[in-house]
């Protein structure tokens, strides 16, 4: 006898039996384990890829399992890194650079797993550390309708930024961010000179040698939202000048004007939504994170957006702008919008990070 049958996932006792022409019959009784099948497909990242430091992982499981996918989860050299309930994933992951063995797994509710091995190259990139908590921010605020920057005091808005604050912050060393004033939709920017003109990391890049090789950043921040309601937007910029060429990186939490998030465009300078949802928790604290990359004509790409461990890809491509040709640096922005009423607010920044290479 030569036969296959379908058994359900799980524990079986099974009789095979044969019977004679003279009324006998013998059985032997084997206890089996049926197996589930399925299969896990990795969308991001691909096998062998070259990748930044914080990289996506994207997958979905499938399987025969009649009880469906309970988790799914992803392993770095055999240590177990992420796990998430369901079929699906999508979050991203720090590793560190060099090569990495990673294999996204899926387990079913019937004992079984699948898996799928997926290597990368983690390029090596440079961290620039807790920018929150560093001197030389500079601050300013902006009035409706220009929105030129302006020193305080400035007539209409308020604003102020307490360093090093213990309570409530995840690191023991966060940053307190206030606006308020009376001018309706009024904004308050800071903005810190990183490396170039007026650096305050001890990286004057005299013989321009670190700007012109940066293709690759990554805006990596947590921040708390003391008021969700009245919180009209928070701005995080990347910004590089060079050789007369400006690259202003810009991505917008556009609250309480349609809750999504914006990009900026450099040449019509203004915001563009995209359809990525903000949803950052209120009164809680939320992970940020954006990375962009200069390509070789100083386009700017926005790659894609991770907000609380979920990445959503961005994809697109704007053009810089003029600068005089004696700016040379790259600065990182943080900024408050008021809402209609200027309603006070704050926010905290915490692990403020920009990792470039």
């Excluded at 004679?20 to 890829?49: E, F, H, K, M, R």
């Excluded at 604003?159 to 606006?179: D, P, R, Y």
């Excluded at 919180?231 to 990347?238: A, C, P, R, V």
Aim: charged share 10%.
């Amino acid at each position: 006898m030569c036969s296959t049958l379908n058994l359900s996932p799980g524990s079986h006792r099974v009789a095979v039996q044969a019977w004679d022409y003279c009324g006998g019959a013998t059985n032997a009784i084997l206890n089996l384990t049926a197996t589930s099948q399925g299969g896990v497909s990795v969308s991001s990242p691909a096998n062998n890829s070259t990748v930044s430091a914080q990289v996506h992982y994207a997958a979905n499981a499938t399987t025969s399992c009649g009880s469906g996918v309970s988790a799914m989860g992803v392993y770095v050299n055999n240590s177990l890194a992420y796990t998430v309930g369901g079929s699906s994933m999508d979050t991203t992951l720090t590793l560190p650079a060099g090569t990495q063995k990673t294999v996204v797994q899926a387990w079913d509710r019937c004992g079984g797993a699948s898996t799928t091995p997926i290597t990368v190259n983690v390029a090596a990139g440079t961290k620039i550390g807790n920018i929150h908590a560093t001197n030389g921010w500079n601050q300013w605020g902006e009035l409706p309708p220009n929105y030129d920057i302006c020193g305080s005091p400035c007539s209409g808005v308020d604003w102020s930024m307490t360093q090093h604050v213990g309570s409530g912050s995840l690191s023991g060393n966060g940053t307190i961010f206030w606006v308020g004033g009376s001018t309706p939709y009024s904004d308050a920017l800071w903005s810190n000179k990183l490396i170039g003109q007026g650096t305050t990391q001890n990286m004057p890049d005299t013989n321009q040698t670190i700007l012109p090789s940066i293709h690759h950043m990554v805006y990596d921040t947590d921040v708390y939202v003391s008021n969700l309601a009245v919180t009209q937007d928070l701005e995080f910029d990347i910004n590089l000048f060079m050789y007369g060429v400006g690259m202003e990186f810009g991505m917008e939490c556009n609250h309480l004007n349609g809750n999504v998030w914006d990009i900026w465009n450099n040449v019509n300078v203004q915001w563009v939504h995209t359809s990525i949802p903000c949803t950052l928790n209120d009164k809680s604290w939320n992970h940020v994170s954006f990375q962009v990359q200069r390509e070789s004509n100083n386009d700017l790409t926005y790659q894609s957006i991770t907000v609380n461990g979920t990445t959503y890809t961005i994809n697109q491509t704007v053009a810089p702008f003029a600068v005089p040709s004696g700016w040379y640096g790259m600065t990182v922005n943080y900024q408050m919008d008021g809402n209609y009423a200027q309603t006070p607010y704050t926010t905290m920044l915490d692990n403020l990070n920009i990792t470039y290479w």
